[in-house]
């Protein structure tokens, strides 16, 4: 699976943005999705994950209320939205699968405050 993250971009704090993550290749071995975050200096971390049919979806304690992933089968993409954008959101966002696949080039956020 080839994935390709977009949506990136300098936002001011409180704002929002939505990521989109475009999966191509074999979609059909795909089980779950999600999105994990660097920020810098830091190691990678999942902050939403959401199952193939749409039906369950997790998230890490810090984002819980913020962010929101969700997913178009049809179109083979997945998005996240984060409203009331933070400083510390900033990071670089990649998507990826379960099972893993090759990890995109990601997306920039960068919040100003």
């Known amino acids: 699976v080839q994935l390709v993250e977009s949506g990136g971009g300098l936002v001011q704090a409180g704002g929002s943005l939505r990521l989109s993550c475009a999966a191509s290749g074999s979609t059909f071995s795909i089980n779950a999705m999600g999105w994990w975050r660097q920020s810098p200096g830091k190691q990678r971390i999942l902050v939403a994950a959401i199952n193939s049919g749409g039906s369950t979806t997790t998230y890490a304690d810090s984002v819980k209320s913020r962010f929101t992933i969700s997913g178009d089968n049809a179109k083979n993409t997945m998005y996240l939205q984060i409203n009331n954008l933070k400083p510390e959101d900033t990071a670089v966002y990649y998507c990826?699968?379960?099972?893993?696949?090759?990890w995109g080039q990601g997306t920039k956020v960068t919040i100003s405050s």
């Open positions: 990826n699968t379960v099972p893993f696949s090759t």
